[in-house]
C-alpha cells in the first residue's frame, strides 16, 4: 500500500505544514506546482527532499487560485485547462530532473480533483494535457471518476486513491468541505479508517453505509492540524497489521 501527502504547500514566507517531518512518513509526495500553493523555491526543496529520502514524487496540479489554495471550482474552457496543466507539469517536472528526481505520476489538487469525478469536459482536458506531456505517466484519483475513466481509455496507468482523513458520501465521493465533518481529526478513528481500507477495501460513509473501495494508495493531507502525528500513528497501524508500504509509481 501506498502513503501519500499534499507536500510543498507553502509560498514565500508563508509556511503550509512539517513537509520535513512528513517527507520521512510517506512513500509518495504530491508536490504542488505552483498555481493553487508552491513556489520554485519550495518546489526545489521538496524535489530534493524526495530525491534523498526514496520518495516518489507526484505533479499535485490545481486551479490557478493560490488565493483561495484550490479549493474554488473554476469554469475554465479546454484549452486554459489544458495549458494550465502542462504549464504546472512541466514546471515541477524541470525543478525534479535538475535535483535527479523525476515527476512519476499526476494527481489533480482540491476542486479541481472534484470536480473531475462528474466534469466530463475538464477531465478530458487534464487528461490529454498529461497526455500530451507524457502518454505513460500515471494517474491517481478518485474510483469511478471522469478522470480514471478517459486516463484509462487514453491508455495511462490508473491508481486508485482513498482518504483517511475525509468523511465519504453513500456514493463514494468526498463529503464537500464547507459540510460539518468533512475532515477527520481523531487519530485512533483514523487509523482505524486506514488499516480497514488497505486490508478490507472498504469505508464507512457519514450516514453509516458501507461503501466499497479497492486502494492502490491513502492520503493524508499534510495541511491539516496534527499531520504528522496522524502520519505517523497510521504508518505505525498499517504495518502493525501486516501492510507493507511501498510507492505504487
Same mark, same amino acid.
Given at each position: 500500500?501506498?502513503?501519500? !501527502?499534499?507536500?510543498?504547500?507553502?509560498?514565500?514566507?508563508? &509556511?503550509?505544514?512539517?513537509?520535513?517531518?512528513?517527507?520521512?512518513?510517506?512513500?509518495?509526495?504530491? #508536490?504542488?506546482?505552483?498555481?493553487?500553493?508552491?513556489?520554485?523555491?519550495?518546489?526545489?526543496?521538496?524535489?530534493?527532499?524526495?530525491?534523498?529520502?526514496?520518495?516518489?514524487?507526484?505533479?499535485?496540479?490545481?486551479?490557478?487560485?493560490?488565493?483561495?489554495?484550490?479549493?474554488? &471550482?473554476?469554469?475554465?474552457?479546454?484549452?486554459?485547462?489544458?495549458?494550465?496543466?502542462?504549464?504546472?507539469?512541466?514546471?515541477?517536472?524541470?525543478? $525534479?530532473?535538475?535535483?535527479?528526481?523525476? #515527476?512519476?505520476?499526476?494527481?489533480?489538487?482540491?476542486?479541481?480533483?472534484?470536480?473531475?469525478?462528474?466534469?466530463?469536459?475538464?477531465? &478530458? $482536458?487534464?487528461?490529454?494535457?498529461?497526455?500530451?506531456?507524457?502518454?505513460?505517466?500515471?494517474?491517481?484519483?478518485?474510483?469511478?471518476?471522469?478522470?480514471?475513466?478517459?486516463?484509462?481509455?487514453?491508455?495511462?496507468?490508473?491508481?486508485?486513491?482513498?482518504?483517511?482523513?475525509?468523511?465519504?458520501?453513500?456514493?463514494?465521493?468526498?463529503?464537500?468541505?464547507?459540510?460539518?465533518?468533512?475532515?477527520?481529526?481523531?487519530?485512533? !478513528?483514523?487509523?482505524?479508517? $486506514?488499516?480497514?481500507?488497505?486490508?478490507?477495501?472498504?469505508?464507512? !460513509?457519514?450516514?453509516?453505509?458501507?461503501?466499497?473501495?479497492?486502494?492502490?494508495?491513502?492520503?493524508?493531507?499534510?495541511?491539516?492540524?496534527?499531520?504528522?502525528?496522524? $502520519? !505517523?500513528? #497510521?504508518?505505525?497501524?498499517?504495518?502493525?497489521?501486516?501492510?507493507?508500504?511501498?510507492?505504487?509509481?
Amino acid at each position: 500500500m501506498d502513503l501519500n !501527502a499534499d507536500l510543498g504547500e507553502s509560498f514565500g514566507s508563508w &509556511s503550509m505544514g512539517d513537509d520535513a517531518a512528513m517527507f520521512q512518513l510517506v512513500t509518495s509526495a504530491n #508536490v504542488a506546482c505552483g498555481f493553487h500553493a508552491g513556489d520554485p523555491v519550495t518546489m526545489l526543496d521538496s524535489c530534493r527532499a524526495a530525491y534523498e529520502l526514496d520518495v516518489t514524487v507526484g505533479a499535485h496540479v490545481g486551479y490557478r487560485d493560490l488565493a483561495g489554495f484550490g479549493r474554488r &471550482s473554476l469554469d475554465m474552457s479546454f484549452d486554459e485547462l489544458f495549458g494550465d496543466v502542462l504549464y504546472q507539469l512541466g514546471a515541477l517536472d524541470g525543478v $525534479a530532473h535538475a535535483v535527479g528526481a523525476s #515527476v512519476d505520476y499526476v494527481k489533480p489538487h482540491g476542486a479541481l480533483y472534484n470536480r473531475l469525478v462528474h466534469d466530463a469536459e475538464q477531465a &478530458s $482536458a487534464v487528461v490529454a494535457a498529461v497526455n500530451s506531456y507524457d502518454p505513460g505517466l500515471p494517474i491517481l484519483g478518485l474510483p469511478g471518476s471522469e478522470l480514471l475513466k478517459q486516463a484509462k481509455e487514453a491508455g495511462h496507468p490508473v491508481f486508485i486513491e482513498a482518504f483517511v482523513d475525509r468523511a465519504y458520501q453513500a456514493d463514494g465521493t468526498l463529503v464537500p468541505r464547507s459540510q460539518e465533518g468533512a475532515v477527520l481529526h481523531d487519530v485512533d !478513528a483514523i487509523v482505524e479508517r $486506514a488499516v480497514r481500507l488497505a486490508t478490507k477495501g472498504e469505508v464507512v !460513509a457519514l450516514d453509516g453505509s458501507l461503501v466499497q473501495v479497492q486502494p492502490d494508495s491513502l492520503c493524508i493531507h499534510g495541511d491539516t492540524p496534527g499531520a504528522v502525528g496522524m $502520519a !505517523a500513528a #497510521v504508518r505505525a497501524g498499517l504495518e502493525a497489521a501486516g501492510v507493507e508500504l511501498e510507492a505504487f509509481a
